[in-house]
């Protein structure tokens, strides 16, 4: 028996395979991507609960809820709401004509 045949026997061919290279990759690539699919899965909602909370609140969410809208095509007024106003609750209403009535 040639050397080469008793050292083939006893350590099998280590050549580098392109094939386990790409087995490999894909494994990799499986792994993160179920990580980020279960990532997603879990902060989207956790994110989507934290986002509808904070809006219903708007003193903390920042947003500006004044409304606006008119009575009736024949009575025209504007209301006027004022920080500066003693009572938050008071409101100004000012007719076409000028006349003020209300917390002016």
């Given at each position: 028996?040639?050397?080469?045949?008793?050292?083939?026997?006893?350590?099998?061919?280590?050549?580098?395979?392109?094939?386990?290279?790409?087995?490999?990759?894909?494994?990799?690539?499986?792994?993160?991507?179920?990580?980020?699919?279960?990532?997603?899965?879990?902060?989207?909602?956790?994110?989507?609960?934290?986002?509808?909370?904070?809006?219903?609140?708007?003193?903390?969410?920042?947003?500006?809820?004044?409304?606006?809208g008119s009575v009736g095509a024949r009575a025209t007024y504007t209301l006027r709401r004022s920080v500066l106003q003693p009572s938050p609750s008071s409101v100004c209403i000012i007719?076409?004509?000028?006349?003020?009535?209300?917390?002016?």
């Open positions: 028996m040639s050397l080469d045949r008793e050292w083939d026997s006893i350590r099998p061919d280590r050549s580098f395979r392109a094939a386990n290279a790409g087995m490999s990759i894909l494994r990799i690539t499986l792994l993160f991507g179920s990580a980020a699919v279960a990532l997603a899965l879990i902060a989207v909602p956790v994110l989507d609960k934290q986002t509808r909370s904070s809006s219903r609140d708007p003193l903390t969410s920042g947003l500006d809820t004044m409304n606006t007719r076409p004509d000028g006349q003020r009535s209300g917390d002016c």
